[in-house]
C-alpha cells in the first residue's frame, strides 16, 4: 500500500536536511567558503573549469635497470674483497654484469657472490668469467615497484609544495598524469617534479687523478661550487633515504639546509665521521657534488647541514625534495599544456546554461504532460540535484566538463524513472482500479524496470570509472552519484510527495 511510517518519514527529512546542508557551500561564494572547515567545502573544480597546468610524465625505467646493474657490480666487488678472491675486471654490458678472476678462483669467486646475490641467475663464459643476470621477474617486479614509488614521491612533492586539489594518476604502465588547478605557470613545479633528488654520502678520494685513470671503486663527479671534477668513492657511506627531516635555514648570511637523520643512518653517520677524521666527505645529488667539507671531529647528534644554497628559495626547494623522498628514476615530460582561468571561466558558462537549458525543457514537458505530479516531479529532480552535488561534496570528487555532461545525463535519467511511474499508475487506473490501487502499482510495478535500467548504467558508470583516466573519470562519478540519488528522488522523495498529495483531500481523478 502506499503509506510511510513515522520512521521513515523521519529518514526522508534527515537525508533532505543533511542534504541541503552539504550542498550548501556550493551556492555561496569562495570568500565565505574559504573560512569553513575542510569537511565542509564546496565540491572540487577540474582543470577545464577552473583553469590550471597539465603533465604527462613517463618514468625512465631502463635507468632502474641500469642502476640494478651498477649495484650487482658493487656487491660483487665487496664479496670478493671480503672473500680474498682477486679479481681482474667487473663490468656490466649486454644487460649482464662479468666478473673476471682467476680459473682457480671461478667456483669459490660465484660461490662467494652467489651468497649475497641469491636471486640472481649465475653461468659461466670460458675458463675465467662469471655472468650474474638479473630474472625477467625480478626485472619486471623492479620497474613496476619504480613507478608506484614515484607516483607517491610526486604527490608527497606537490602536497609539501602546497597546491590545490592536484590531481596525479597512473596511465598505462610507466605514465603519470598531473594536473594543477589553479597553477598557471608550473615551471617551478615541474623542476620540483622531475628533479631525482637523490642524496648520497661519499667519501673523497685523496690525491689528484686524471679522470681518465681512476682508481677501482671510485667515480669523477661534477662540484657545484668549484666548477671542477671530483674524485669520490662509489661507496655510499650514508643514503639519503635515513634523512628523517630537512628544513631551510640561515649561516652566517648564507641559505642552509639543516638535515636529521634516523636512528639507523644517524649511527652510520656517526661511524664514518669518528673513523675518518680530517678527509672530506661528498655531498652528492643526483650525481653531483653540492658539497664537500672535510670532516673535522666525529659528528654523532645524526644532524648536519649543507651550505653553498644560494638563496632561500633554493634551500627551500632542496628541503622540501629531500623531505619527500627521491626518484628511484628520471622522469620524463612527454606532454605539457595549460588552460587559462579565462577558459575555464567560458567553460563554466557554457556548461551551467547546457544544464540549466535542460533542466527548463524538462520542467516544461513534466507539467505539460503530468499536471499535479509532473511539479512533484520537479522538485524531486531539484532534490536530485541538491543531493548529487552534497554527495560529491562530502566524497571530495572533482567536478569537470564531463562531469557537467554526466549530471545532465543523470537529470533525464531521473526523469525517465518518473515517467516510467506515472505511466504506469495511468495505465492502472485507466484498467479499472481505484485511485489509491493505481498510485500503489505505479510505484510497485515500476520499480523493477527502473531498479534494472539504472543499475546496468551504474555498472557501465563504475568500468568507466575505475578503467578511465581524466575526463573519463569525471564523467562517470558524476554518472554514477546521479544515478544513485535519482533513484531514491524518484522512488521516495516523489513517493512522499504523492502520498501526502492523496492524504490531503479527498482524491479520485489521476491527475496524469
Not at 378 to 403: C, E, N, R, Y
Request: net charge neutral.
Amino acid at each position: 500500500m502506499l503509506q510511510f511510517s513515522f520512521s521513515k518519514i523521519i529518514f526522508i527529512l534527515i537525508v533532505v536536511l543533511g542534504a541541503v546542508f552539504f550542498a550548501l557551500p556550493n551556492a555561496l561564494p569562495g570568500s565565505m567558503t574559504a573560512k569553513f572547515p575542510h569537511w565542509w567545502q564546496p565540491v572540487a573544480l577540474g582543470l577545464d573549469l577552473r583553469g590550471g597546468s597539465y603533465l604527462l610524465l613517463e618514468v625512465e625505467t631502463a635507468a632502474v635497470f641500469k642502476e640494478q646493474l651498477t649495484d650487482i657490480e658493487e656487491q660483487s666487488r665487496s664479496a670478493l674483497r671480503d672473500a680474498k678472491i682477486r679479481y681482474r675486471n667487473i663490468r656490466s654490458a649486454d644487460e649482464s654484469v662479468f666478473v673476471t678472476v682467476e680459473p682457480a678462483d671461478l667456483s669459490a669467486a660465484r660461490a662467494s657472490i652467489a651468497k649475497i646475490l641469491s636471486t640472481m641467475e649465475f653461468s659461466t663464459v670460458g675458463e675465467d668469467r662469471i655472468r650474474i643476470q638479473v630474472p625477467d621477474r625480478i626485472k619486471r617486479e623492479r620497474q613496476i615497484a619504480a613507478v608506484s614509488q614515484s607516483l607517491e614521491i610526486i604527490r608527497r612533492r606537490i602536497d609539501e609544495f602546497g597546491t590545490s586539489e592536484p590531481s596525479i594518476q597512473l596511465q598505462g604502465r610507466e605514465r603519470i598524469i598531473v594536473e594543477l588547478p589553479g597553477v598557471g605557470n608550473p615551471e617551478r613545479i615541474k623542476n620540483l617534479i622531475g628533479q631525482t633528488a637523490k642524496l648520497t654520502f661519499h667519501l673523497v678520494e685523496p690525491g689528484n687523478y686524471n679522470p681518465a685513470d681512476l682508481p677501482p671503486g671510485t667515480m669523477a663527479l661534477p662540484d657545484t661550487q668549484s666548477g671542477q671534477t671530483l674524485v669520490v668513492r662509489r661507496r655510499v657511506e650514508v643514503s639519503g633515504e635515513r634523512l628523517k627531516d630537512a628544513q631551510p635555514s640561515f649561516q652566517n648570511g648564507g641559505a642552509i639546509v639543516n638535515f636529521r637523520f634516523d636512528t639507523a643512518g644517524g649511527r652510520s653517520f656517526a661511524t664514518t665521521t669518528s673513523n675518518n677524521v680530517g678527509q672530506r666527505l661528498a655531498i652528492v645529488l643526483d650525481n653531483k657534488v653540492i658539497s664537500s667539507p672535510s670532516i673535522r671531529s666525529p659528528i654523532v647528534g645524526g644532524s648536519g647541514y649543507i651550505e653553498g644554497m644560494g638563496d632561500i628559495n633554493n634551500a627551500k626547494d632542496l628541503a622540501l625534495l629531500l623531505r619527500a623522498g627521491a626518484l628511484p628514476a628520471p622522469l620524463n615530460v612527454i606532454e605539457e599544456r595549460s588552460v587559462g582561468p579565462g577558459l575555464g571561466a567560458d567553460s563554466i558558462k557554457q556548461g551551467s546554461t547546457a544544464a540549466i537549458v535542460g533542466g527548463l525543457l524538462v520542467v516544461v514537458f513534466m507539467v505539460l504532460a503530468y499536471h499535479t505530479f509532473g511539479l512533484f516531479a520537479v522538485f524531486g529532480q531539484v532534490f536530485h540535484m541538491i543531493t548529487l552535488f552534497a554527495t560529491l561534496s562530502i566524497v571530495g570528487g572533482t567536478l569537470t566538463l564531463p562531469g557537467i555532461a554526466g549530471v545532465v545525463l543523470s537529470l533525464g535519467i531521473a526523469v525517465d524513472a518518473n515517467v516510467l511511474i506515472y505511466e504506469r499508475m495511468r495505465e492502472e487506473f485507466q484498467s479499472g482500479r481505484t485511485l489509491l490501487s493505481a498510485l500503489t502499482a505505479g510505484f510497485q510495478n515500476a520499480f523493477s524496470t527502473i531498479f534494472d535500467s539504472n543499475i546496468t548504467t551504474f555498472i557501465a558508470a563504475a568500468i568507466l570509472y575505475f578503467l578511465g583516466s581524466g575526463p573519463v573519470k569525471g564523467f562517470a562519478l558524476t554518472l554514477a552519484v546521479g544515478i544513485a540519488t535519482s533513484m531514491f528522488s524518484a522512488v521516495m522523495v516523489t513517493r512522499f510527495q504523492v502520498w501526502l498529495w492523496w492524504r490531503s483531500a479527498k482524491r479520485e481523478t489521476l491527475p496524469v
